[in-house]
């Protein structure tokens, strides 16, 4: 069974930098695409960022040029740094595995 663990949300101030990371469990891990998504209140859960097991990335516009994921196959864990972040980042963001598992999810919360 593939357990989720997000850790490093938090509240930071517009223009702010934070760093999520997803620790996996259970799976083999290098071989699956591994992702973030995020859902805000009264919204529905979107994309906002992926990556394939070959390293092929996919990002949402909106978070192009501030965002980057990496991965870390050894560690099996899935990093989102996110720079200048906005009032319109405020979500729970989710990691995803496989495009099935997902985590608990953690708060970020950007304030103006």
């Known amino acids: 069974q593939v357990q989720l663990v997000e850790s490093g949300g938090g509240l930071v101030q517009a223009g702010g930098s934070l760093r999520l990371s997803c620790a996996a469990s259970?799976?083999?891990?290098?071989?699956?695409?591994m992702g973030w998504y995020r859902q805000a209140p009264g919204k529905q859960r979107d994309l906002v960022a992926t990556?394939?097991?070959?390293?092929?990335?996919n990002y949402a516009d909106s978070v192009k040029g501030r965002f980057t994921i990496s991965r870390d196959n050894v560690k099996k864990t899935v990093d989102l740094q996110m720079n200048s972040l906005k009032p319109e980042d405020t979500a729970v963001y989710y990691c995803?595995?496989?495009?099935?598992?997902w985590g608990q999810g953690t708060q970020v919360t950007v304030s103006s």
């Open positions: 995803n595995h496989n495009l099935r598992d």
């Open positions: 259970g799976t083999i891990f290098s071989i699956y695409s």
């Open positions: 990556m394939t097991s070959g390293g092929r990335l």
